[in-house]
C-alpha cells in the first residue's frame, strides 16, 4: 500500500524567510503533484512533476522529484502571506495500462507566514 | 473555461439518512473522480470513472456509497444510510485522461456533509 508522508505537518514562517516543506513516498511513482488548498476551498493545482529531476518554478515556489529516494521538496522563498495556506503533495497510484489520476494524498502542512 | 461543479455546497443530516451530491466535470473531460476528505486530511479516492465506465472502486464502502456515470459526463454519489463517520467534504474531480498533462486532477469546491 502506498504511503505518502509530509513534514512538517505544521509550518510558522516570518515573511521574508525560506523553508523547504518535504514529501516522502513509499513505492515507485513517477508522477508527483502538489497542490495548495485555502480553508474552505477546494484544491488547486500548483505543480506537476512527471520525472525523476524534474524541478519546476512558479513565483514563490519551486518543486523538485527525486525518484530514486521518493522524495518530493517544495521550496518557499522569501515568504509573503498571501502564501498561508495547506499544501499538499499526492503520488500518483497509476496501474499499467489504465488511466492516471488515482493519488494518495500527504497529511498536508499547514503554513502560516506572519508579519 | 468553467470548473468542476457540485452540488450541493453544502447538506446537514441525521445519520441513518440518505444524500446524493451531483457533479459535472469539465467539458471533455474522459475521466472523472470523487474524493473523501476528513476535516484534517488529505482527501482519499472513493471511485474512478472513465467515461461512463468504472476504473476503480476498490476504496468505496459499497455496503452504504453507490455512484454512477450516466453518459459520460455527470455524476452522483449516493450514501445510504449515512453514519456519523461520513461526515466529510466530497470532492469531485476530473481529468482530460490521454493528454500530455493527463493524471492532472482539476477538483471543484466540495460537497460538505455533516452527519448528526
Known amino acids: 500500500e502506498l504511503k505518502v508522508e509530509q513534514n512538517p505537518l505544521f509550518l510558522s514562517m516570518q515573511e521574508g524567510k525560506n523553508y523547504t516543506i518535504y514529501c516522502n513516498y513509499s513505492?515507485?511513482?513517477?508522477?508527483l503533484y502538489w497542490y495548495r488548498q485555502d480553508p474552505g476551498k477546494s484544491l488547486e493545482s500548483l505543480f506537476v512533476?512527471?520525472?525523476?529531476?524534474a524541478v519546476k518554478q512558479e513565483g514563490r515556489l519551486m518543486a523538485s522529484l527525486d525518484t530514486k529516494a521518493r522524495l518530493s521538496t517544495l521550496h518557499i522563498t522569501a515568504a509573503v502571506h498571501d502564501l498561508s495556506a495547506t499544501y499538499f503533495c499526492?503520488?500518483?497510484?497509476?496501474?499499467?495500462?489504465?488511466?492516471?489520476?488515482?493519488?494518495?494524498f500527504g497529511q498536508g502542512t499547514i503554513l502560516t507566514v506572519h508579519p | 473555461e468553467a470548473g468542476v461543479a457540485q452540488s450541493p455546497r453544502y447538506k446537514i443530516i441525521e445519520k441513518r439518512q440518505s444524500v446524493a451530491f451531483w457533479c459535472n466535470p469539465i467539458?471533455?473531460?474522459?475521466?472523472l473522480y470523487w474524493y473523501q476528505q476528513i476535516l484534517g486530511q488529505g482527501p482519499k479516492l472513493l471511485i474512478q470513472?472513465?467515461?461512463?465506465?468504472?476504473?476503480?472502486d476498490s476504496q468505496l464502502p459499497k455496503d452504504r456509497f453507490s455512484a454512477e456515470r450516466l453518459k459520460g459526463v455527470d455524476s452522483t454519489l449516493k450514501i445510504q444510510p449515512a453514519k456519523l463517520e461520513d461526515s466529510a467534504v466530497y470532492l469531485c474531480?476530473?481529468?482530460?485522461?490521454?493528454?500530455?498533462?493527463?493524471?492532472?486532477?482539476?477538483f471543484g469546491e466540495g460537497s460538505r456533509l455533516t452527519v448528526l
Open positions: 474531480a476530473s481529468s482530460l485522461a490521454g493528454a500530455k498533462r493527463a493524471g492532472e486532477l482539476f
Open positions: 513505492t515507485t511513482s513517477d508522477r
Open positions: 512533476l512527471l520525472s525523476n529531476g
Open positions: 499526492a503520488v500518483d497510484n497509476q496501474l499499467a495500462g489504465t488511466s492516471y489520476g488515482k493519488l494518495t
Open positions: 467539458s471533455g473531460h474522459a475521466t
Open positions: 470513472f472513465q467515461n461512463n465506465g468504472v476504473v476503480d
